[in-house]
C-alpha cells in the first residue's frame, strides 16, 4: 500500500488549507482508522485528528473547532481541512491508514502505512 499525501503549504495566519492522503495498492484492502499527525522542528510527532471506520473522530484539543478530518471511501482518502490556521500549526503533516488487506477476497491481515508527510507553514 503507497500513501501520497499533497496540500501543504505556505499560508498566512488566518488561511485554510486542505490536507489529502491518498491509498492506492494491488490489494483489495478496507480502511479501519485513518488518523493526521504532525510534528513540528524540536517538538515531538502529536495525533491531529483521527477518523475512524464507523465515522465517529477525534481532535487534538489544539485543533478542536479549527480542522476537520473527513474520508471518501470511493476516492481511498482522507482530507484534513484546516481553517483559522496558527503559526504554531508550522510543522510537517504525516497521514497513516490502519487497514485490512484481502487476499482472495478474504481478510489476510492488518497492517498501517504512513505518507510522505506534506510541509505545513504559517507565517505572515
Known amino acids: 500500500v503507497q500513501l501520497q499525501a499533497s496540500g501543504g503549504g505556505l499560508v498566512q495566519p488566518g488561511g485554510s488549507l486542505r490536507l489529502s492522503c491518498t491509498a492506492s495498492?494491488?490489494?483489495?484492502?478496507?480502511?479501519?482508522?485513518m488518523t493526521w499527525f504532525r510534528q513540528a522542528p524540536g517538538k515531538q510527532r502529536e495525533l491531529v485528528a483521527s477518523?475512524?471506520?464507523?465515522?465517529?473522530?477525534n481532535y487534538a484539543e489544539s485543533v478542536k473547532g479549527r480542522f476537520a478530518i473527513s474520508k471518501d471511501y470511493a476516492r481511498n482518502t482522507v482530507y484534513l481541512q484546516m481553517s483559522s490556521l496558527k503559526p504554531e500549526d508550522t510543522a510537517v503533516y504525516l497521514c497513516?491508514?490502519?487497514?485490512?488487506?484481502?487476499?482472495?477476497?478474504?481478510?489476510?491481515?492488518?497492517?498501517?502505512?504512513w505518507g510522505q508527510g506534506t510541509q505545513v507553514t504559517v507565517s505572515s
Open positions: 477518523v475512524a471506520l464507523n465515522g465517529s473522530t
Open positions: 495498492s494491488t490489494y483489495m484492502f478496507s480502511f479501519n482508522i
Open positions: 497513516n491508514i490502519d487497514l485490512t488487506y484481502y487476499i482472495n477476497n478474504q481478510p489476510a491481515g492488518r497492517k498501517d502505512f
